[in-house]
């Protein structure tokens, strides 16, 4: 395997599954940003061949701490990553980049027609006809890990999974925890600090994450993910907040049947799920406890103190570049909120503005993906210290 963001939490999630199995799965490379002290820990551990810092200055130091392990060599940069995404060593690549630079890399290992775990939603979001023909056009097995994806994946007939009429599917139910604002009023959304944010109510994960789970982002984007991975439209897909998050999504068919897939709130699922896949193996997660849990909730989204859900579905109508100038601008936004220099409640502000202000070009090739992505960026930079005044 290739792991793709490996100090990440799903990296570090995929790692546990690999420590559970060392005969069926091997490391051959690891990559990471800029955590060189996670990093060497894990190269000191999993030994890979390769190991890639995305930051030259990051991989020079990964390589003076590695100076005593001569068969793990460092690269670094976009070139680096993509050298080990591609290789022909690798069968597997866990794709758990977070945001655009997740892109380039995953695309070389669709290109490489690698097994591609997909955990980075960007690169579907971003360039979603571009990314599933360049599937179709190598080979390549695209199998999703995000939660909610997975938990589809696994509701849907193994060979119907892009035919969902042909599957007689209705609709795809795809659960929201709601996040830990979801009963905030749009006034409390004006003074949370980003470290409320980074609290969710259930799940372990980043910071950039985190914050789009909090302004409902996250699922806007797991709803274009979703389009684009089972063939389908918004108008068949109906988001359910579930505070729980136990129910990871599900399926109902067109006789009435509504299959779901129920977990514990722990990544591990989908991640040995696409590792192993057909097959099942242990990830390390606890069983589920119905009798603790006693009844499960269903809400409806607000749109009026949540418009991310909107925008996002709104991009994607509009198509072209629209949904790279949608993540491009909440990449910028959930930044600058990060760093203090925003108020979460404005996040939505900044990524609507950004779409009313760049037209919608075609998405012909990547070159103009990438074009529209430094476009947006810089559109919603200048409209962010526009609002700090």
């Not at 551990?45 to 200055?57: K, S």
């Not at 959304?189 to 409320?196: C, K, M």
């Not at 109906?238 to 509504?258: N, W």
């Not at 959930?334 to 220099?341: P, S, T, Y």
Request: proline share 6%; charged share 20%.
């Amino acid at each position: 395997m290739t792991i793709l963001g490996a100090t990440g939490s799903i990296g570090l999630n995929t790692l546990d599954v690999v420590r559970r199995h060392p005969d069926r799965f091997s490391v051959y490379a690891l990559t990471a940003a800029t955590r060189v002290d996670e990093m060497a820990a894990l190269c000191r551990e999993f030994r890979p061949a390769l190991a890639v810092m995305a930051d030259e200055q990051a991989a020079q130091l990964l390589a003076e701490r590695l100076s005593n392990q001569p068969e793990t060599r460092v690269l670094a940069g976009e070139r680096g990553l993509c050298e080990v995404a591609a290789d022909p060593a690798v069968n597997t690549v866990m794709a758990a980049i977070v945001g655009a630079a997740g892109l380039a890399p995953t695309l070389a290992a669709v290109d490489a027609g690698k097994r591609v775990l997909l955990a980075n939603k960007e690169a579907l979001v971003m360039s979603g006809q571009l990314f599933m023909d360049a599937v179709a056009r190598s080979g390549a097995e695209l199998l999703p890990i995000d939660s909610e994806h997975n938990a589809i994946f696994q509701c849907l007939p193994s060979g119907q999974v892009r035919d969902l009429p042909g599957a007689g599917v209705r609709r795809i139910l795809l659960t929201a925890s709601g996040g830990p604002f979801r009963s905030h009023t749009a006034e409390q959304l004006r003074t949370v600090t980003p470290a409320q944010a980074c609290k969710h109510p259930n799940w372990s994960m980043g910071q950039k994450i985190s914050v789009d789970s909090a302004t409902l982002m996250n699922k806007g984007l797991e709803l274009i993910e979703a389009c684009w991975l089972f063939n389908t439209t918004p108008d068949c897909i109906e988001v359910h907040v579930h505070p729980e998050s136990i129910i990871h999504s599900m399926v109902e068919y067109v006789d009435g049947s509504v299959l779901a897939q129920l977990g514990s709130p722990d990544m591990r699922t989908p991640i040995a799920n696409g590792m192993a896949w057909p097959d099942r193996v242990e990830a390390g997660v606890d069983a589920l406890d119905l009798f603790a849990l006693g009844r499960f909730h269903f809400e409806r989204p607000d749109p009026v103190r949540f418009p991310c859900l909107r925008l996002a579905a709104e991009a994607f109508a509009r198509g072209g570049t629209a949904p790279t100038v949608l993540n491009a601008a909440n990449e910028a936004a959930v930044a600058a909120f990060l760093e203090g220099h925003l108020c979460f409640a404005d996040i939505p502000v900044i990524i609507e503005r950004t779409m009313e202000s760049l037209p919608v070009r075609p998405a012909l090739d990547f070159d103009g993906i990438f074009a529209a992505d430094r476009e947006a960026r810089a559109q919603a930079l200048e409209l962010i210290r526009q609002v700090r005044g």
